[in-house]
């Protein structure tokens, strides 16, 4: 089976600052934008105008009128910095002129190209999920009023993405995290995913950089929800949407029918990376040798543990050319000095590789792992920001508050 390359993303998420040092004590020195770590993703759109995916199928998520049908304008506020770019969009820094709110204003780098439903559809998807403590916030949508552009307005998250937190503790030697902080993570993060999921809707692209750090350190929340999609549409559904590295196996097969349950695999790759700092299937290039990569650590299904797989394209063309096992290697990964029993029942239970006998975040949150959570301390930072304008990205640094 011939598999196509995707195209690499723009590293790091649109929503928070590339540059800002990770916490919880930022390092002197400023790094350059990006992440080493970063997956491919996908150039397919996300199921928007041509599928499930679609602006209708946002809508049905939110009855009311909403603030996504009344359009400020962007004269409303001022641009003071950049905050990053990604495949399919940039955000800025804003300051209300009248109120002195701060925000991040998103708009789409191709708005030619069927922009204003794309934006619209990824607001009516985040609009269903705001108002939760760890979801970033949608405000609105704002119009240029030169170029009828539209644009997403949200909160400004201050901190950094899980990702450059993590790596900052690489850096310092702090790894692996204690099971505490892991924990208090995840609980966070899959009371958002289920958030979303109650309404549902699937993100389709979390991973470290599109969870954000607060400017306190006590919460992360997930943001960009542009590939969001919504499961109030029927099958088949669009394949080829997230980051490569986190995709569940169901997506990399081209199942027609997933569900939200893609998301918690994805959360299964982000607890990992938690744990150690390594992102667990971070060498596939494309959906074959991702592939490979998972079900040579978690081992290769068969009839018994995945009945629909043995009808895939991938099982009759290419796994009789492999040399396959049956073994779970994921414990000698994550050996019990670094996550408790049941800790691990958490990780092994939201990177199943059946979606059917994978872990829902409701059951994830069920299981006794999260029967004491404690609060999360991150540390704190504050944002020294450049000023626009400038046509590259701009740097913006921190300083730990005292």
């Not at 018994?304 to 009759?316: G, L, M, N, Q």
Request: charged share 25%.
């Amino acid at each position: 089976m011939e598999i196509e390359r995707r195209r690499p993303a723009a590293a790091g998420s649109v929503f928070h600052d590339p540059d800002a040092p990770p916490l919880p004590r930022p390092s002197p020195a400023t790094e350059t934008a990006g992440s080493a770590s970063s997956p491919p993703r996908c150039d397919a759109p996300a199921a928007g105008t041509r599928g499930p995916g679609s602006a209708a199928a946002a809508g049905a998520a939110t009855r009311k009128r909403s603030r996504v049908e009344a359009f400020g304008s962007t004269e409303e506020y001022e641009e003071t910095c950049s905050l990053g770019e990604g495949g399919f969009g940039a955000v800025v820094k804003a300051r209300h002129r009248v109120t002195g709110e701060t925000v991040a204003i998103k708009r789409l780098t191709d708005p030619e190209d069927g922009g204003s439903e794309e934006l619209l559809r990824e607001a009516r998807f985040h609009e269903a999920c705001s108002a939760h403590p760890f979801i970033v916030d949608f405000l609105g949508v704002v119009r240029d009023p030169a170029t009828a552009e539209l644009r997403l307005v949200m909160e400004c998250v201050g901190g950094p993405s899980i990702d450059r937190f993590v790596r900052d503790q690489r850096r310092r030697g702090r790894l692996p995290l204690p099971e505490a902080t892991v924990r208090a993570v995840m609980w966070q993060v899959l009371k958002g995913a289920k958030k979303m999921h109650d309404q549902r809707i699937v993100h389709r692209d979390i991973k470290p950089e599109n969870i954000l750090v607060s400017d306190d350190g006590r919460a992360v929340k997930i943001c960009d929800f542009g590939l969001a999609m919504s499961l109030s549409e029927a099958p088949p559904y669009e394949p080829d949407a997230g980051s490569l590295w986190y995709m569940a196996p169901e997506l990399l097969l081209e199942k027609p029918d997933y569900d939200e349950r893609v998301d918690t695999w994805s959360l299964g790759c982000v607890m990992a990376h938690l744990i150690n700092g390594n992102v667990l299937f971070g060498d596939g290039r494309n959906e074959e040798g991702q592939l490979r990569e998972i079900f040579d650590v978690l081992g290769y299904p068969d009839e018994r543990t995945w009945p629909w797989f043995s009808s895939t394209p991938f099982a009759i063309e290419v796994l009789p050319l492999l040399e396959v096992h049956h073994r779970n290697h994921l414990r000698k990964l994550f050996p019990k000095a670094v996550l408790s029993q049941r800790g691990f029942e958490v990780l092994n239970g939201l990177l199943t590789c059946n979606p059917d006998k994978r872990l829902t975040a409701a059951a994830a949150l069920d299981h006794p792992w999260f029967a004491k959570v404690g609060a999360l301390e991150l540390g704190r930072t504050q944002e020294v920001s450049s000023a626009l304008p400038k046509t590259e990205l701009l740097k913006v640094s921190t300083v730990p508050f005292v």
